[in-house]
C-alpha cells in the first residue's frame, strides 16, 4: 500500500524568514517524513552517515513552518530504510556543506527516489542549485 511523502520545513531564522518568504527565499532545514518517520540530514566530523531520523515536526533546533505533500512511495518501509542506508553513502557526515550538500539537498534527493518530485526551489533558495 502506497504511504503519503511529506516535506517538512523549518525556520532556521525566523526574524529574517518572516520578511523574506514572502519573496521566495529564506533560510530553512527541511526533512522527508515517511511511515512516521522524519529523515533529514546534519554534519558532524566523521566519515559515516550524516542521515539522522526524529519524529515528525520535531527538528533539532528548527521551528516548524509547513509541510508539502509530495506524493506518495510504493516503497515498503524496509525499502525505504534501505533507501536510507543507500544515501547515507553519499551524505556523510564530514561531507555537508552549508551551500553545497546540506539538509535541502537530501530532501530534494529523497522526495525524488520516493515520488520522482525534487523539493521546490524555494526551499534551498539561499544553497544554491539542486
Request: hydrophobic fraction near 35%; glycine fraction near 10%.
Amino acid at each position: 500500500m502506497p504511504s503519503p511523502v511529506i516535506l517538512n520545513i523549518y525556520d532556521l531564522t525566523t526574524q529574517v524568514n518572516s520578511w523574506t518568504y514572502w519573496c521566495g527565499v529564506g533560510v530553512f532545514h527541511a526533512g522527508v517524513e515517511v511511515y512516521g518517520i522524519e529523515y533529514a540530514y546534519g554534519g558532524h566530523d566523521y566519515d559515516v552517515s550524516g542521515i539522522f531520523a526524529t519524529r515528525p515536526r520535531e527538528a533539532p533546533g528548527a521551528a516548524y513552518r509547513e509541510c508539502i505533500h509530495m506524493g506518495e512511495t510504493t516503497l515498503s518501509a524496509s525499502q525505504v530504510q534501505h533507501l536510507v542506508q543507500q544515501m547515507g553513502h553519499h551524505y556523510k557526515g564530514n561531507k555537508y556543506h552549508l551551500l553545497q550538500l546540506n539538509c535541502n539537498h537530501f530532501a530534494s534527493d529523497m522526495c525524488m527516489q520516493l515520488t520522482g518530485k525534487p523539493a521546490p526551489s524555494w526551499v534551498s533558495s539561499w544553497a544554491g542549485d539542486y
